[in-house]
DNA sequence: TAAGATAGTTGCACAGTACCACTAAGAGGT
DNA sequence: ACCTCTTAGTGGTACTGTGCAACTATCTTA
């Protein structure tokens, strides 16, 4: 215990490394379901979790990846070809029996991306072995691989929380959407129904969208249709939509 | 690139592994002011940043620390002697410059603590080291190693936008105090002054605080002491409080 | 007794949401 | 042509919590 400074003790480097990898929370939206991507892992039992559905993930590349973030995107990429995505550190899980094969620490991120780049898993050589899974309540109703179904809770935890305040669900969407689409996004991340008065005019105060001039149509009135004014930076709004304690 | 499930491949584990550190980010208040406690760097010029001030922290001890908290908790509890503050996770920052030794990662945490407790950092082998320096702006007005004055940067921007809508600065407190002094907290860590009737309003209408049966005296008018009703969770409130955008 | 300082309260204006009712504009059936 | 259904979009009142400012309360010190 008198060691303070363990930077500073050379010998230190000969310790034992933990492993380090970074996994990555893919949520996108489809009729009107809140999904998130999974991979299922090998049968080889020589490996943990054999067969088990785990997050798309794995250990940074000291050599491929520049930084954390660069290694997410590369996961992301990897497994749904988008290069741009809202992405956002969720945070960290390290200790010494998450992985069987020794003390690991995993970098979580989350990503939101549009509904129409991905409706399916990009193909690819292991692409078969990746696909969405519907989210019911914190998680998909079947045991993950490692403590991944506590981090995907962690995820859920995250997004809903902070759809409460900022524009988020909006990177679930296409391009173009209408505010009624908007409104069922926020709607089906929170599990709740919002009030359509307040909710487009909390939408139309802030700098969040912009009109495009192009209407939807369908076997009612049109809709207006929007676009974000950014594709990647949110909106933060000073209330949250409904006292709640 | 063929690769899309690396944990397959046992041969990864032979890789190089990234370093793994653990870094804690400890505010307090003193005479209303913010302060940060910093560790110098030894003067060794083998090792990085000699005689740099730093973020208390090191390498994660496999044998040591059961979970990253626990590596952070160690940390804190040898600097400051203080086992249970509030202590929350701030992100991870990694990549292959930060540390001249190598690729390395380290997990961020920052901690909240009573400004009764710490006076002074604990005295002990490498105590001189350490002391509490002044936030000025977004930093403390001098490089520190690494890239800590980037993690002090963003610790103080999630300080700084968690208190206003948490209760957080109340962890900065002695464990009585008046509705005067926590409302002096959070004007400090804001860096502006707030209204008295609406803060009054606000802290009183949650489940904050409770009053106990003692007022504090001067030479004015004593004011009703309170203490937390928990000392580890925060309270959230459902507005910000002032309008910016 | 007055002055000074901080504690704590009260009243009004304002902003934004909750709630609810209303109008608008399309498709499709009769 | 008309009615109905459905979703888009607007408007009006009530309520809540903050911004702002003035007011009262209670102590010490001179």
């Known amino acids: ?135 019911v309540g914190s998680g998909v109703g079947e045991p993950l691989a490692f403590d991944h179904a506590q981090i995907l809770d962690a995820a859920l935890e995250r997004l809903r929380a902070k759809v409460e305040y900022t524009s988020l669900p909006a990177f679930l969407l296409p391009k173009e959407f209408t505010l009624g689409e908007l409104q069922k996004a926020y709607e089906t991340v929170l599990g709740r129904p919002l009030e359509k008065s307040a909710f487009r005019t909390r939408i139309l105060a802030t700098d969040l969208v912009a009109p495009v001039p192009k209407v939807r149509g369908g076997p009612n009135r049109p809709a207006q249709l929007y676009r974000l004014k950014s594709r990647r930076t949110p909106v933060f709004f000073q209330r949250t939509f409904k006292p709640a304690g």
């Open 1 to 135: 215990m008198a060691d303070l400074t363990p930077r500073n003790r050379t010998h230190r480097l000969a310790f034992e490394r933990p492993l380090v990898t970074v996994d990555v929370v893919i949520f996108a939206m489809h009729d009107a379901r809140l999904r998130v991507l999974l991979v299922k892992r090998g049968y080889d039992a020589a490996e943990p979790f054999p067969g088990r559905w785990a997050l798309p993930g794995g250990f940074v590349d000291v050599d491929k990846d520049a930084d954390l973030e660069a290694c997410a995107l590369r996961k992301l990429r990897e497994k749904t070809g988008i290069a741009t995505p809202y992405l956002e550190q969720l945070g960290s899980w390290g200790d010494s029996r998450r992985d069987p094969r020794g003390w690991s620490a995993t970098h979580a991120y989350f990503a939101l991306v549009p509904s129409d780049e991905v409706d399916a898993p990009r193909s690819g050589a292991n692409a078969a072995a990746a696909a969405w899974h519907d989210v």
